[in-house]
C-alpha cells in the first residue's frame, strides 16, 4: 500500500508509526500510574445456558484514564503485556474478581463460576499454580468456582508445558475454557491430548449465523467436534435472537453476548440478578 502512494505515502505511513509509538510510550507510562491509583475495574458479562440458568461470568476489565476516558483492553492489554505489567494487572483482576463473586453468593447458584482471562504471560510463568493457589486461599474461592480462559495459541506454543501446567490445574479442580475457539489456525490434534473443560467459539463465527451457510456448517461442526470430546461449547457475541435460535438449534451448550446482556458494572450485576429472581419466566 504504502510503495503505490509514492514517497508521501511513505511518510504518512512513518508519521503513523511514530504517532502510535508516542501514544503506546505513553498509556505504558500511565499504566504503572493506574495500577498504583486503582483506576481499574471489572465488568461482568454473564454466560447462558441452554435453559435459561445462569453457568458463570466473564470478568473484562476496563480502565478508566483520569483524561483519556475508558481505555479497551484491546488497546491497553497487549501493551502491558509487552513491559510485564500484566503480571500486576493479573493479579489484582484475579483477586477483586473472586471477591466480587462470592459478594454475590446469595443471589447466585452455587456451582457459579467466574471466568478469567489469563495472559500467556501469567499461564507461563514459573510460579503460576503457587500464586494462583494462595490467590484462592486468601479469597475463600473455592477452585472449582473458577475458569480460566486461554486462547487457542497459548496453549499450541509450548504444548508439553502447558498440558503439565493444565493437568495440575484439573487436578485442583479449577476448569478451563480455550477461548476465541476458530481463530488460531491450530491443528485440532492438539485437542484430544489437552484436559481443558470448555470451547469458546470465537463471535466471528457467530456474527453471520443464521444467513450464512458455510458459518452455520463450521459452528455445527465445533459444536459436534466437542460433544463428542465432552467438552461444554460456548457461543461467544450472541447479539440477536435468530441467532440465539440458530445456536439452540445447533445444541451449543452456553450463549454469551449483548442479546443477553452487556458487560457490566457489579453494582448492575447485582441488580439483573435481583430482577431476574422476581421474573423467573423471563430467562434472557
Ligand atoms: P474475550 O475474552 O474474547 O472477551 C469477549 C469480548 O467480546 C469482550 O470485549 C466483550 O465485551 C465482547 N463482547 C461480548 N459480547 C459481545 C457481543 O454480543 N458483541 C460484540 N461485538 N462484542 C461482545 P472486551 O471487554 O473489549 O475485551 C476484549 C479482550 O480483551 C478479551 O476478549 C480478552 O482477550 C481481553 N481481556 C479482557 N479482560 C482481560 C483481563 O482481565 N486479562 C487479560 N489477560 N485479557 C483481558
Ligand atoms: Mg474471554
Ligand atoms: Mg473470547
Ligand atoms: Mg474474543
Given amino acids: ?62 480502565w478508566q484514564h483520569p483524561e483519556k476516558g475508558v481505555i479497551s ?9 509487552q513491559t510485564g505489567q500484566i503480571i500486576a494487572l493479573g493479579q489484582w483482576v484475579m483477586a477483586r ?9 446469595a443471589l447466585l447458584p452455587n456451582n457459579c463460576l467466574i471466568s478469567i482471562n489469563l495472559s500467556p504471560l501469567q499461564f507461563y510463568r514459573a510460579n ?9 486461599k486468601n479469597t475463600g474461592l473455592p477452585a472449582s468456582r473458577l475458569e480460566l480462559e486461554l486462547t487457542e495459541g497459548v496453549l499450541m506454543n509450548d504444548t508439553e508445558g502447558a498440558i503439565t501446567t493444565l493437568h495440575a490445574l484439573h487436578n ?34 457467530i456474527t453471520h449465523l443464521p444467513e450464512n451457510r458455510k458459518d452455520t456448517a463450521v459452528v455445527s461442526g ?3 467436534l466437542a460433544h463428542h470430546l465432552d467438552l461444554t461449547v460456548v457461543a461467544e457475541g450472541v447479539e440477536t435472537q435468530q441467532q440465539h435460535q440458530a445456536l439452540a438449534a445447533l445444541d451449543c451448550d452456553v450463549f454469551q453476548g449483548y442479546f443477553f446482556s452487556r458487560p457490566m458494572p457489579f453494582p448492575a450485576v447485582v441488580d439483573w440478578l435481583k430482577s431476574r429472581k422476581s421474573h423467573p419466566a423471563n430467562l434472557s
Fill in 1 to 62: 500500500k504504502a510503495k503505490k502512494q509514492g514517497r508521501n505515502g511513505i511518510q504518512t505511513y512513518t508519521h503513523d508509526i511514530n504517532t502510535k509509538l508516542t501514544q503506546r510510550l505513553m498509556l505504558r507510562n500511565d499504566l504503572q500510574d493506574a495500577i498504583n491509583q486503582e483506576q481499574f475495574s471489572l465488568h461482568y458479562q454473564p454466560l447462558i445456558r441452554h435453559d435459561g440458568t445462569v453457568k458463570g461470568f466473564e470478568a473484562l476489565l476496563r
Fill in 73 to 81: 483492553p484491546g488497546r491497553f492489554i497487549p501493551i502491558a503485556e
Fill in 97 to 105: 474478581a473472586a471477591r466480587d463473586l462470592l459478594a454475590l453468593s
Fill in 128 to 136: 503460576f499454580l503457587q500464586t494462583l493457589a494462595e490467590t484462592l
Fill in 172 to 205: 485442583m479442580g479449577v476448569h478451563v475454557a480455550i477461548d476465541d475457539f476458530g481463530t488460531g489456525f491450530s491443528s485440532l490434534s492438539y485437542l484430544r491430548h489437552l484436559p481443558v473443560n470448555t470451547l469458546k467459539i470465537d463471535r466471528s463465527f
Fill in 222 to 224: 465445533i459444536i459436534g
